[in-house]
């Protein structure tokens, strides 16, 4: 079973920066063609929602409200996705989580969350 981990996670002013990583128990090369990594978040109150993911050829997707302000990339050997989070807000403040899977969910694997608090 695939095991991930988050961190980077704190608290920071707005207009802050921060970068979460996640990073994966063993080696997902073999899912490299259809793999998918994806950072993920919720906020008290709200559903979890997509903030970003990227494919292995580099192709990235962005929720329009962090378009701009946040970046998604992955590391292959290193088994590795970050984001880098600009000029953060406090509607950012959310619990962060990691995911990994292919385009039809055959598998599916999420990280336990790490908490990003943007306040004064």
């Known amino acids: 079973q695939v095991q991930l981990v988050e961190s980077g996670g704190g608290l920071v002013q707005p207009g802050g920066s921060l970068r979460l990583s996640c990073a994966a128990s063993?080696?997902?090369?073999?899912?490299?063609?259809?793999?998918?990594w994806g950072w993920y978040r919720q906020a008290p109150g709200k559903q979890r929602e997509l903030v970003a993911t990227?494919?292995?050829?580099?192709?990235?997707n962005y929720a329009d409200s962090v378009k701009g302000r946040f970046t998604i990339s992955s590391d292959s050997a290193e088994n590795t996705v970050y984001l880098q989070m600009n000029s953060l807000e406090p509607e950012d403040t959310a619990v962060y989580y990691c995911?990994?899977?292919?385009?039809?969910?055959?598998?599916?694997?999420w990280g336990q969350g790490t908490q990003v608090t943007v306040s004064s």
């Open positions: 063993r080696s997902l090369f073999r899912y490299s063609t259809y793999m998918i």
């Open positions: 990227v494919t292995l050829s580099g192709s990235a």
């Open positions: 995911n990994c899977r292919s385009l039809t969910r055959s598998y599916d694997y």
